[in-house]
């Protein structure tokens, strides 16, 4: 039976960081990163298209589901400390026009090697291939496996998104071992299926689109890139709906839809008169290039049909007032019925976990099991894309680690 001063499972962004500013803090412990993969931290090297896009200057706890226990944590680790951090490991860093931030090597493999070195450098074991099934309390610390003893235990498995990267949900079992309650799992940041064929608008793009996720009432906006795919629609606007979109299908069993705006920065006046304008301008042309200034060309031809004007032999000039008025009111609201999400296995980040209520956001130590600490995407917590999330991992792991 091994034993150590304190134990995190989880060799995740959260994990790894919590280990890192303990040992930092109190040389004298004895710490070790348990994982079930092959490697610590593959989900990192998967992150921001493989430049890992580390945290957001501008995240603040509003931009979080369950904003006060956010603030908690924030107040120690603000974005700020998190870069930091990573400079004290000799990691340097940049900020795009949207605070995003990244490695200077563009690479997501230099974050995780800063924190693998580190790890190294300070001395914490590391066991991997090791699944964890069973933590009980023992002794007034924690068993592990029947394997290891430990007095402090960090649970940092992250929550049910991208299983292949090693979060499959098994970190919500050993909450539940230690009397934790967890709340409804829902994917996010996951691709939307429709009822809609949209396979003839495969691969299109459309930027800058606002989204609109409504029942009998509107209920989530969201901004950024729209891609079309065979079944559905992704892209950032779409997939910060996803949660809340599984919420109303399976909670409120009515109808979802989407509508889309292609050009939020114009209003529906400014938008007929611009058309109008085209019957002037391009009138001589087939009404497929209607919308071929502003829209990707399949994109128009889409917007055409679903008012039932698309005829390719049809002239711009041909098109009268009205129609012109429902052509520009389509692209204006073009509308989509929702059926679901591509789910866990296409998720970035999980929507539910261990309940807030039964954290303390100052100390991340549970509320009724002295010595347990929660990190990461395991607790109810989880924001938009552009780095808040990682932020959320690191800041809520470097507070962990603190605390033990």
């Known amino acids: 039976m091994r034993k150590y001063n304190a134990a995190v499972v989880g060799g995740c962004a959260a994990g790894m960081t919590a280990a890192i500013n303990a040992k930092r803090l109190n040389p004298e412990l004895n710490i070790v990163i348990i994982e079930k993969l092959p490697r610590i931290g593959k989900k990192i090297l998967a992150t921001g298209n493989g430049r890992c896009n580390m945290t957001n200057l501008s995240a603040v706890a509003s931009d979080y589901k369950n904003a006060d226990f956010v603030e908690k944590v924030f107040e120690k680790y603000p974005p700020e ?65 029947r394997e290891i003893l430990c007095e402090k235990l960090i649970i940092a498995t992250g929550g049910k998104s991208s299983p292949s990267q090693g979060s499959d949900g098994s970190g919500y079992s050993l909450a539940k071992q230690l009397g934790h309650s967890v709340t409804k799992l829902y994917p996010s940041l996951v691709p939307l299926t429709v009822k809609e064929n949209v396979k003839p608008l495969k691969g299109v793009r459309a930027r800058n689109v606002e989204l609109t996720l409504k029942t009998d009432r509107e209920i989530k906006k969201t901004k950024g890139e729209l891609l079309f795919t065979d079944g559905g629609i992704s892209g950032i606007a779409a997939m910060e709906l996803a949660a809340a979109a599984e919420e109303l299908l399976e909670r409120v069993k009515q109808k979802t839809f989407t509508s889309i705006d292609f050009l939020p920065d114009m209003n529906l006046t400014q938008l007929i008169d611009y058309m109008l304008k085209l019957k002037d301008i391009k009138g001589y042309c087939s009404i497929d290039m209607l919308f071929s200034g502003i829209l990707p060309k399949s994109l128009g031809i889409e917007i055409c049909k679903a008012c039932s004007l698309y005829k390719q032999e049809k002239k711009i000039a041909r098109l009268n007032r009205r129609e012109i008025i429902n052509l520009a009111e389509k692209a204006k609201s073009f509308e989509l019925e929702i059926t679901g999400t591509k789910g866990f296995a296409n998720a970035q980040v999980t929507s539910g976990g261990v309940s807030i209520e039964e954290i303390n956001p100052e100390t991340m130590e549970s509320v009724i099991c002295k010595g347990l600490y929660f990190a990461g995407e395991i607790i109810d917590v989880d924001a938009p894309c552009g780095g808040y999330n990682l932020q959320w991992a690191f800041a809520s792991g470097l507070l962990a680690g603190e605390n033990i």
């Not at 795009?96 to 790890?119: H, K, W």
């Open 81 to 145: 400390k998190v870069v930091d951090f990573f400079e004290s490991t000799g990691l340097l860093t940049y900020a795009d026009s949207e605070s995003r931030v990244y490695p200077r090597s563009n690479m997501a493999a230099s974050v995780l090697d800063s924190l693998r070195f580190e790890i190294e450098g300070l001395g914490i074991d590391v066991i991997c291939d090791m699944p964890v099934s069973e933590i009980t309390k023992k002794n007034g610390g924690f068993e592990i496996n």
